[in-house]
């Protein structure tokens, strides 16, 4: 592809889990931008010659996201590595979207966060405020909403 569409063909989100096959790409092609699915992937992707992430945590986690992309060469950057790792981690452990949804209800205040369409179901009330915790004890600051 990026021989016979070179001007189309910029760059992939590899969200395989697979981090040799990142790496792999993003050093078989200089120039081609391997951007990380995974948010425990991303810091180790940006040392191999990745450019960036695209993960569903990005959605409650861009500003630690941005941080760590803006220092990843630095050492302080392994804290945030690990920061991002255990929202993940949390997020991962319930439903995606609606722990998602959930998360962003409660930081803007707009129930209309937590509407699903089906099969997808909101969180139980217990699963809500048990994500709600954990995501705190990682020390997460939800982005801001513009």
Request: contains cysteine; hydrophobic residues 45%.
């Given at each position: 592809?990026?021989?016979?569409?070179?001007?189309?063909?910029?760059?992939?989100?590899?969200?395989?889990?697979?981090?040799?096959?990142?790496?792999?790409?993003?050093?078989?092609?200089?120039?081609?931008?391997?951007?990380?699915?995974?948010?425990?992937?991303?810091?180790?992707?940006?040392?191999?010659?990745?450019?960036?992430?695209?993960?569903?945590?990005?959605?409650?986690?861009?500003?630690?996201?941005?941080?760590?992309?803006?220092?990843?060469?630095?050492?302080a950057a392994q804290a945030l590595h690990?920061?991002?790792?255990n929202v993940r981690k949390v997020c991962?452990?319930?439903?995606?979207?609606?722990?998602?949804?959930?998360?962003?209800?409660?930081?803007?205040?707009?129930?209309?966060?937590?509407?699903?369409?089906?099969?997808?179901?909101?969180?139980?009330?217990?699963?809500?405020?048990?994500?709600?915790?954990?995501?705190?004890?990682?020390?997460?600051?939800?982005?801001?909403?513009?």
């Open positions: 592809l990026l021989k016979h569409y070179p001007k189309t063909v910029a760059g992939m989100k590899d969200s395989s889990g697979d981090f040799d096959n990142m790496a792999g790409a993003a050093k078989a092609f200089p120039g081609f931008e391997v951007f990380s699915g995974a948010d425990d992937l991303f810091h180790p992707l940006l040392k191999a010659g990745g450019v960036g992430c695209i993960t569903a945590c990005c959605n409650i986690a861009s500003a630690l996201l941005g941080k760590l992309y803006a220092i990843w060469r630095e050492p690990e920061q991002a790792t991962a452990s319930y439903p995606l979207v609606p722990v998602l949804k959930e998360t962003m209800a409660r930081h803007t205040g707009d129930d209309g966060w937590r509407a699903m369409r089906a099969p997808v179901m909101a969180l139980s009330d217990a699963d809500a405020q048990e994500s709600a915790a954990k995501l705190a004890a990682t020390g997460l600051v939800v982005s801001p909403v513009p």
